[in-house]
């Protein structure tokens, strides 16, 4: 293991994105989170292929020059090996829709991948040529196109920085890494990276696990800790991430929140309401019956507009982030 954190540490994958025609000046993409189908037939659920539907109309309409998966990927305990069927059944013949053709994935671990073999999903990515998934943690440098303006999104993986949580109880919390030093080795590229990203107008940091949550899992400590303060003082567009099944966004410290798990099931219950700072959370969405959803991400040289959106295509909520 310690040789790997090393390995992480100069490994400082940056991939540049750039984005496709007719967005109108404008770098766009959808997140999505804890969309894995099921570990038995038909290996998805309803609300995955409801929303894989919406995905793609949403990316005709609104363009989509990438998908950014947040996480729990394949429930409920990832996969065997990097030829494990569940690529095919829970991901390739879902995500088949005409808008979604040929739209690159970054995908991250969440929980329940890391409950099986991540190193799987690393290396699935040579055999699809829409995966994309180079290392547990990377970062993309993303153009936004008539302008000189660049933004950059940083991957992290929250269960390797905070540790696991088999997640089914309430509020369960990640109970420290299981690997101090590498765990070590990720903070200290992230805070590497958020030096290097002084000169970008937008930074976007995602991981699966929420800083802040009103729903079941609540608010991460090791990441309210840990991150948040990185986030602040860098002055953060905003956090991505999703583990709670539903759709929220915060606000707290100039730093958006968005929290982005309602791909496959959908929870309402908000125990953790008290847990997150006054006046912060501007919205909420969990109904039981809603057939899913995602968020549509829209970085022009202005601003950043949030789009939260149902699985019938409807628009929630709708939030712009003014550059750094």
């Not at 991250?108 to 990515?125: E, I, K, W």
């Not at 990441?223 to 956090?239: C, D, N």
């Amino acid at each position: 293991p310690q040789m790997l954190a090393l390995l992480w540490l100069t490994v400082t994958l940056v991939t540049p994105v750039t984005p496709g025609e007719g967005q109108g000046g404008a770098l766009t993409f959808l997140a999505l989170g804890d969309w894995g189908g099921l570990p038995d037939p038909p290996f998805v659920t309803p609300r995955q292929v409801a929303t894989a539907a919406a995905m793609g109309q949403v990316a005709t309409e609104l363009g989509s020059d990438f998908v950014l998966a947040l996480g729990d990927n394949f429930y409920y305990e990832g996969v065997r090996d990097e030829w494990d069927p569940r690529f095919q059944e829970t991901f390739e013949r879902v995500f088949v829709s005409p808008g979604l053709r040929g739209v690159p994935w970054y995908v991250m671990a969440g929980n329940h991948d890391h409950a099986g073999n991540v190193t799987a999903q690393l290396r699935y990515s040579h055999h699809s040529p829409r995966w994309h998934f180079p290392h547990p943690y990377y970062s993309l440098r993303l153009h936004i196109p008539g302008s000189n303006a660049s933004a950059r999104l940083l991957v992290l993986d929250t269960v390797l920085l905070c540790g696991h949580t088999d997640d089914f109880g309430l509020g369960d919390v990640p109970s420290g890494p299981r690997d101090a030093a590498a765990a070590g080795a990720h903070l200290a590229w992230l805070r590497a990276q958020l030096e290097a990203a002084a000169g970008d107008r937008f930074v976007l940091v995602a991981g699966h696990y929420p800083v802040w949550s009103v729903a079941k899992h609540g608010p991460t400590p090791c990441l309210v800790r840990l991150l948040r303060p990185l986030l602040r003082r860098h002055r953060v567009t905003a956090y991505l991430c999703g583990h709670d099944h539903n759709l929220q966004y915060l606000e707290e410290g100039g730093v958006g929140y968005i929290l982005s798990g309602a791909g496959n099931f959908m929870e309402d219950s908000r125990p953790h309401e008290g847990s997150v700072p006054p006046g912060s959370l501007r919205f909420f969405l969990g109904t039981p019956t809603s057939p899913g959803g995602f968020a549509h991400l829209r970085l022009e040289p202005s601003a950043v507009t949030v789009t939260f959106l149902e699985s019938t295509g409807r628009v929630l909520h709708r939030v712009t982030l003014p550059p750094r």
